[in-house]
């Protein structure tokens, strides 16, 4: 599954064996496993209701006289049990707390296969979980997401990833309406009654209950294949002219990985459908991939390169899931990291294949970014950690389980090299096939197949929480005198040896990384570190790092050293100042782009924390001011939009905005406003980010100005500006506060005929007026029936973010908190709307939202919650440790002495 650009909430768990009784309750009695499931469902899509009816087989491996399954928010009509011919009606009970149904019998079952029948009947829920019902602007669908533990909430299952089982799948629907599900359709027949018809689909290969999909009402669908399996792209009717790329990327993906895995796509027909309401990004589905429609319909010659990147690389790692997650999957929640990091990591292989002008491989960098800021705090957890109840479970879908697994997974394929962690991940894939496996599984395949103790270091970074920061100093250590007596006896030899070179000797520590020192508690922890040294003299090389200190030699005196080579590492770095001084100086042509943007991550977490001045930073920044790789200026830009956030008091403000246009403008002026002919996508996306750097933290007025400009001629014609950089130009414009402009652009979010693309620009964009009164009509409109669920606590947290209106906004949101709180979804990311407040950054505003959410017990809240408050600590420290050194760096860089000074036109 993947996230919606979202979570970093999690903390620290407890082992299991501490765990209460009631939490290890909520797994199943051992004894019971399914072997297949034949279920019929009739939705009806006007009550919001549905009927149900199923036969499971089962194996018992003793004599019982009762059965528990899952089972929640369901009524039973009527419950069987058969055995060996005999049937037996059964009594239920059930455990609403443990979300559990125990079926009684009057004799004891014996060891061996029964029969169970059930008929029961659910709501066509409004949560977004389960089966539920999703709403288009003209009518109802039905639609389903299961994971992480909501099958229970459609049928009475088994519902624990271990427990796979085959399906067989009925849907009784209405006559003018599809259905669309794990197997193919291999019977449609009329009735019952006049107005339904009758889908039976295939039996599916054994899979885990929330991997089961269903999907009802007028979807259309394009059609292709690859490798001869049928592909296709589903949705509502209007979306069908914008599934073509989602098609064509689909069928690419799917022969890259039949290639990759060396395992042939293995469930006979893909497909993919956007559903008009959906909570997550997308649902890894076997067979039937479940997708957000924003990250799956565009339009294929009017959308931005990021937005042909986004829809590839979410099906890349939804497609990637069929190996990785459905195929083999974890044996519990504990290591969905399993399913998600690996997914995550692999996304990027195909993009970067087939499309190398996206450059994913430096997206790479900056999710090993947000993995480690994630990583930094207090109330982290453990990539494998306990997950016992449902919300322990939802809370593991978060930075740690996608992107430090990812990242962690990028560092030891650089350690071992890329062919060789293939044929460990391979080997793995053909041992598990169509069963459950475990971290240790798969790290023994690694370990197996490089030869290398992979098996040791990986649980250093799975099992403990954080990260090591590794401090570096160098110096030349000069070749040491021979001895007089070796001396002589070498000048009687005949032919001389070799002259002792001087050599650099790099002083390596490590130690846990705290985004906030003072939050820093425990035992000092260790990792096995794979790190990898780069100088200006020899060949890079990578050592393993396993002591508190250890010294590696290189060879050579070079002037400077880099230990993270192609940044594949997974920690932050920190040198000491004549080392950074060097680096700084260098970095431009001596350094790598990935390597350029992991030093500006490390930096400015290192100011961020208080461990460096942030006046490093800001010389790093201006060192690489004329850098034009798009990945490094993302790099730096949420960097400045810190220090512009949090640092600047009134007096600074001149001085800084002063310094980012003489830095960024010229830039701009060599990239233009308008695409150069056969310009890269890279380039068209850099424009974008130096209007925003320009416009809305330099408070350009020409550069405000002339975004205005193209946004009223984008209004009047969407195919008159390049769509790559609308977003940004969009939202500098709303930094004019123009009444008119915001009135044009609350009409064009609502407009019939927006694409899923144009709709989310226009919302970020709604988000940037600084004029709250401005900004009350769009929260209005947030929490208006016609808005979304799905998308309604992102536009909410869209509003936080904007420092103008933060304090009214958040009161706004107090005083209308039953509003709010309708609009936001009861499934895996329930308890997620307190880290809409993480970029708050004053004392008051922190015990407000502490006091709110502990008031208001909004479930599922814990993690997110304590990770939000602590980043609202960590910025509180930020500013009061360098905003007077801010002040000072600003005298010393006027901007006077910066080159260039226009913006460009």
Same mark, same amino acid.
Not at 35 to 59: M, N, R
Not at 575 to 590: F, H, N, P, V
Not at 783 to 797: I, K
Not at 812 to 833: D, N, R, T, Y
């Given at each position: 599954?993947?996230?919606?650009?979202?979570?970093?909430?999690?903390?620290?768990?407890?082992?299991?064996?501490?765990?209460?009784?009631?939490?290890?309750?909520?797994?199943?009695?051992?004894?019971?496993?399914?072997?297949?499931?034949?279920?019929?469902?009739?939705?009806?899509?006007?009550?919001?209701?549905?009927?149900? $009816?199923?036969?499971?087989?089962?194996?018992?491996?003793?004599?019982?006289?009762?059965?528990?399954?899952? *089972?929640?928010?369901?009524?039973?009509?009527?419950?069987?049990?058969?055995?060996?011919?005999?049937?037996?009606?059964?009594?239920?009970?059930?455990?609403?707390?443990?979300?559990?149904?125990?079926?009684?019998?009057?004799?004891?079952?014996?060891?061996?296969?029964?029969?169970?029948?059930?008929?029961?009947?659910?709501?066509?829920?409004?949560?977004?979980?389960?089966?539920?019902?999703?709403?288009?602007?003209?009518?109802?669908?039905?639609?389903?997401?299961?994971?992480?533990?909501?099958?229970?909430?459609?049928? /009475?299952?088994?519902?624990?990833?271990?427990?796979?089982?085959?399906? #067989?799948?009925?849907?009784?629907?209405?006559? %003018?309406?599809?259905?669309?599900?794990?197997?193919?359709?291999?019977?449609?027949?009329?009735?019952?009654?006049?107005?339904?018809?009758?889908?039976?689909?295939?039996?599916?290969?054994?899979?885990?209950?929330?991997?089961?999909?269903?999907?009802?009402?007028?979807?259309?669908?394009?059609?292709?294949?690859?490798?001869?399996?049928?592909?296709?792209?589903? %949705?509502?009717?209007?979306?069908?002219?914008?599934?073509?790329?989602?098609?064509?990327?689909?069928?690419?993906?799917?022969?890259?990985?039949?290639?990759?895995?060396?395992?042939?796509?293995?469930?006979?027909?893909?497909?993919?459908?956007?559903?008009?309401?959906?909570?997550?990004?997308?649902?890894?589905?076997?067979?039937?991939?479940?997708?957000?429609?924003?990250?799956?319909?565009?339009?294929?010659?009017?959308?931005? =390169?990021?937005?042909?990147?986004?829809?590839?690389?979410?099906?890349?790692?939804?497609?990637?899931?069929?190996?990785?997650?459905?195929?083999?999957?974890?044996?519990?929640?504990?290591?969905?990291?399993?399913?998600?990091?690996?997914?995550?990591?692999?996304?990027?292989?195909?993009?970067?294949?087939?499309?190398?002008?996206?450059?994913?491989?430096?997206?790479?960098?900056?999710?090993?970014?947000? =993995?480690?800021?994630?990583? =930094?705090?207090?109330?982290?957890?453990?990539?494998?950690?306990?997950?016992?109840? /449902?919300?322990?479970?939802?809370?593991?879908?978060?930075?740690?389980?996608?992107?430090?697994?990812?990242?962690?997974?990028?560092?030891?394929?650089?350690?071992?090299?890329?062919?060789?962690?293939?044929?460990?991940?391979?080997?793995?894939?053909?041992?598990?096939?169509?069963?459950?496996?475990?971290?240790?599984?798969?790290?023994?395949?690694?370990?197996?197949?490089?030869?290398?103790?992979?098996?040791?270091?990986?649980?250093?970074?799975?099992?403990? /929480?954080?990260?090591?920061?590794?401090?570096?100093?160098? *110096?030349?250590? =000069?070749?040491?005198? $021979?001895?007089?007596?070796?001396?002589?006896?070498?000048?009687?030899?005949?032919?001389?040896?070799?002259?002792?070179? /001087?050599?650099?000797?790099?002083?390596?520590?490590?130690?846990?990384?705290?985004?906030?020192?003072?939050?820093?508690?425990?035992?000092?922890?260790?990792?096995?570190?794979?790190?990898?040294?780069?100088? #200006?003299?020899?060949?890079?090389?990578?050592?393993?790092?396993?002591?508190?200190?250890?010294?590696?030699?290189?060879?050579?005196? %070079?002037?400077?050293?880099?230990?993270?080579?192609?940044?594949?590492?997974?920690?932050?770095?920190?040198?000491?100042?004549?080392?950074?001084?060097?680096?700084?100086?260098?970095?431009?042509?001596?350094?790598?782009?990935?390597?350029?943007?992991?030093?500006?991550?490390?930096?400015?977490?290192?100011?961020?924390?208080?461990?460096?001045?942030?006046?490093?930073?800001?010389?790093?920044?201006?060192?690489?001011?004329?850098?034009?790789?798009?990945?490094?200026?993302?790099?730096?830009?949420?960097?400045?939009?810190?220090?512009?956030?949090?640092?600047?008091?009134?007096?600074?403000?001149?001085?800084?905005?002063?310094?980012?246009?003489?830095?960024?403008?010229?830039?701009?002026?060599?990239?233009?406003?308008?695409?150069?002919?056969?310009?890269?996508?890279?380039?068209?996306?850099?424009?974008?980010?130096?209007?925003?750097?320009?416009?809305?933290?330099?408070?350009?007025?020409?550069?405000?100005?002339?975004?205005?400009?193209?946004?009223?001629?984008?209004?009047?014609?969407?195919?008159?500006?390049?769509?790559?950089?609308?977003?940004?130009?969009?939202?500098?414009?709303?930094?004019?506060?123009?009444?008119?402009?915001?009135?044009?652009?609350?009409?064009?979010?609502?407009?019939?005929?927006?694409?899923?693309?144009?709709?989310?620009?226009?919302?970020?964009?709604?988000?940037?007026?600084?004029?709250?009164?401005?900004?009350?009509?769009?929260?209005?409109?947030?929490?208006?029936?016609?808005?979304?669920?799905?998308?309604?606590?992102?536009?909410?947290?869209?509003?936080?973010?904007?420092?103008?209106?933060?304090?009214?906004?958040?009161?706004?949101?107090?005083?209308?908190?039953?509003?709010?709180?309708?609009?936001?979804?009861?499934?895996?990311?329930?308890?997620?709307?307190?880290?809409?407040? *993480?970029?708050?950054?004053?004392?008051?505003?922190?015990?407000?939202?502490?006091?709110?959410?502990?008031?208001?017990?909004?479930?599922?809240?814990?993690?997110?919650?304590?990770?939000?408050?602590?980043?609202?600590?960590?910025?509180?420290?930020?500013?009061?440790?360098?905003?007077?050194?801010?002040?000072?760096?600003?005298?010393?860089?006027?901007?006077?002495?910066?080159? %260039?000074?226009?913006?460009?036109?």
């Amino acid at each position: 599954m993947l996230l919606k650009k979202c979570l970093y909430l999690s903390i620290l768990l407890l082992p299991i064996l501490l765990l209460p009784a009631f939490a290890l309750g909520q797994r199943l009695p051992a004894g019971v496993t399914p072997q297949h499931y034949d279920l019929t469902f009739t939705p009806d899509l006007q009550k919001a209701t549905f009927s149900g $009816e199923e036969t499971i087989e089962v194996d018992l491996a003793k004599p019982a006289a009762s059965i528990t399954l899952n *089972a929640a928010e369901l009524e039973f009509q009527k419950v069987e049990i058969t055995q060996s011919g005999k049937t037996q009606e059964a009594q239920s009970s059930f455990a609403p707390e443990k979300e559990q149904a125990t079926l009684t019998v009057p004799e004891s079952l014996q060891a061996g296969p029964a029969t169970m029948h059930l008929v029961f009947t659910g709501v066509l829920n409004s949560q977004l979980r389960g089966f539920y019902l999703a709403k288009s602007r003209v009518r109802n669908y039905a639609t389903t997401q299961f994971e992480a533990t909501d099958a229970r909430r459609a049928f /009475p299952s088994f519902d624990e990833p271990a427990l796979k089982a085959k399906f #067989d799948i009925t849907l009784i629907v209405d006559r %003018g309406d599809t259905a669309i599900s794990n197997g193919s359709i291999v019977s449609d027949t009329p009735g019952p009654g006049e107005n339904k018809h009758t889908l039976k689909f295939s039996t599916t290969p054994k899979m885990s209950t929330y991997l089961v999909a269903m999907a009802v009402g007028d979807f259309e669908c394009d059609e292709g294949s690859a490798d001869n399996i049928p592909v296709r792209v589903c %949705g509502t009717p209007d979306k069908k002219p914008l599934g073509a790329a989602a098609l064509r990327y689909a069928e690419e993906i799917l022969k890259f990985y039949n290639q990759y895995y060396g395992i042939s796509y293995p469930f006979g027909k893909l497909d993919i459908v956007g559903v008009p309401d959906f909570e997550a990004g997308a649902m890894e589905n076997t067979a039937a991939i479940f997708y957000r429609e924003s990250e799956l319909f565009i339009d294929d010659k009017d959308s931005s =390169a990021k937005s042909h990147q986004n829809v590839f690389e979410v099906l890349a790692h939804e497609m990637a899931h069929q190996w990785f997650g459905d195929l083999v999957t974890m044996k519990w929640w504990d290591n969905v990291w399993l399913n998600e990091g690996f997914a995550t990591w692999m996304a990027l292989k195909p993009s970067q294949a087939l499309h190398p002008e996206w450059n994913a491989a430096l997206d790479a960098v900056r999710e090993t970014d947000n =993995a480690l800021r994630a990583d =930094a705090l207090q109330h982290t957890h453990p990539i494998r950690a306990t997950a016992e109840t /449902p919300e322990q479970i939802n809370e593991m879908f978060d930075a740690i389980s996608y992107e430090k697994g990812a990242a962690v997974l990028r560092m030891i394929e650089s350690y071992v090299t890329p062919d060789v962690f293939r044929r460990g991940v391979n080997a793995y894939l053909r041992k598990f096939a169509y069963s459950n496996a475990t971290a240790e599984d798969f790290w023994r395949s690694l370990a197996a197949a490089s030869g290398r103790p992979v098996d040791a270091i990986m649980p250093t970074f799975v099992e403990q /929480p954080g990260e090591p920061l590794i401090g570096a100093q160098s *110096a030349c250590a =000069a070749a040491k005198p $021979e001895p007089a007596a070796r001396r002589s006896r070498r000048s009687r030899r005949r032919r001389a040896l070799p002259k002792a070179q /001087p050599k650099t000797e790099i002083t390596l520590t490590q130690a846990r990384f705290w985004a906030d020192p003072s939050a820093a508690h425990g035992a000092a922890a260790t990792w096995m570190v794979p790190v990898c040294v780069k100088s #200006d003299d020899a060949k890079p090389f990578c050592q393993v790092v396993s002591q508190k200190e250890q010294v590696v030699p290189v060879a050579g005196c %070079g002037t400077w050293t880099f230990v993270n080579a192609n940044a594949s590492g997974y920690y932050r770095t920190q040198y000491d100042r004549q080392s950074l001084e060097k680096l700084t100086g260098i970095a431009a042509t001596a350094l790598t782009t990935a390597e350029r943007m992991s030093l500006l991550n490390d930096q400015q977490a290192l100011a961020y924390s208080g461990e460096e001045n942030v006046s490093s930073y800001l010389n790093l920044i201006a060192a690489l001011n004329q850098d034009g790789e798009r990945a490094v200026v993302e790099s730096y830009l949420p960097g400045l939009e810190s220090v512009n956030d949090y640092l600047l008091t009134d007096s600074d403000q001149k001085f800084f905005r002063e310094w980012v246009r003489a830095n960024f403008s010229p830039m701009l002026g060599r990239v233009g406003w308008s695409p150069a002919s056969g310009e890269s996508e890279d380039t068209s996306t850099l424009r974008g980010h130096l209007i925003k750097i320009l416009g809305q933290i330099g408070q350009d007025p020409e550069v405000i100005q002339h975004s205005v400009q193209l946004a009223q001629q984008y209004l009047k014609d969407r195919h008159s500006v390049d769509p790559s950089m609308m977003r940004e130009v969009l939202q500098v414009a709303a930094s004019s506060n123009d009444p008119e402009l915001f009135r044009q652009y609350m009409q064009a979010i609502s407009a019939p005929g927006a694409t899923p693309e144009e709709i989310a620009n226009f919302a970020s964009a709604l988000a940037n007026f600084t004029d709250f009164e401005l900004t009350q009509q769009w929260l209005q409109k947030i929490v208006a029936p016609e808005t979304r669920n799905q998308d309604a606590p992102f536009y909410v947290g869209g509003v936080l973010d904007n420092m103008a209106v933060q304090k009214p906004a958040w009161e706004w949101v107090k005083q209308h908190w039953p509003e709010v709180k309708s609009k936001l979804p009861a499934g895996i990311f329930s308890g997620g709307f307190a880290r809409a407040t *993480a970029n708050f950054c004053d004392p008051q505003m922190r015990s407000d939202v502490q006091q709110f959410f502990t008031e208001q017990k909004l479930a599922g809240t814990g993690r997110a919650l304590n990770q939000s408050l602590e980043r609202m600590s960590a910025c509180i420290d930020f500013r009061s440790r360098q905003q007077t050194n801010l002040a000072a760096w600003l005298q010393q860089h006027p901007a006077s002495e910066q080159s %260039g000074n226009s913006s460009g036109r």
